[in-house]
């Protein structure tokens, strides 16, 4: 096992845990982008999250709900990025999937989704991107 987040979730490597249950683990990110960033995963390694089955990563995501509420209570927010870096070419850093919580409060001057990724494509083709990605479905 030579995973970090398993180390974490193993306990072999201290985190400020905010969230456990059998199945999912959240800790506070010793590299915070905002106060109170907190990063959920699956105590079950998976690399990505386009490797969970449907299942697993609703799963996931329920839990991400319910500790985005807690979070968001307890730090009196009106908001958050909730977000998942998918894969080292997205700036996956650490191979194990986990979602993270950022913390959002007003005037702090940060962006949106939007401005993670700024290449702005031709949009000709999406009549065909949008057919070709729908056939694509079993
Ligand atoms: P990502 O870049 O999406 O793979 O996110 C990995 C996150 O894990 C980063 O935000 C790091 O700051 C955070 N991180 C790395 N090592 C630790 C650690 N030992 N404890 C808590 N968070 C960590
Ligand atoms: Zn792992």
Redesign the pocket.
């Known amino acids: 096992m030579d995973c ?1 987040f398993c180390k ?1 979730v193993a306990g072999k ?1 201290p ?1 400020y845990k905010v969230y456990e249950d059998e199945r999912f683990y959240a ?5 915070p982008c905002s106060e109170g960033h907190t ?1 959920v995963l699956p105590k079950k390694h998976h690399g990505r999250f386009t490797d969970m089955s449907q299942k697993d990563a609703a799963d996931l995501f329920s839990t991400v709900n319910k500790i985005s509420k807690v979070v968001e209570k307890n730090l009196g927010l009106e908001g958050m990025n909730i977000g998942i ?1 998918n894969g080292e070419i997205a ?4 191979p194990h999937v ?1 979602v ?1 919580i950022i913390p959002r409060r007003k005037g702090d001057g940060e962006g949106n989704m939007h401005t993670i990724v700024e290449l702005h494509p031709s949009t000709d083709n999406l009549e065909e991107l949008a057919e070709s990605i729908r056939n694509s479905f079993d």
Do not use: A, K, P
Request: hydrophobic share 45%; net charge negative.
């Open positions: 970090l974490i490597i985190s800790f506070l990110d010793i590299y990063v870096n700036g996956q850093t650490v986990h993270h």
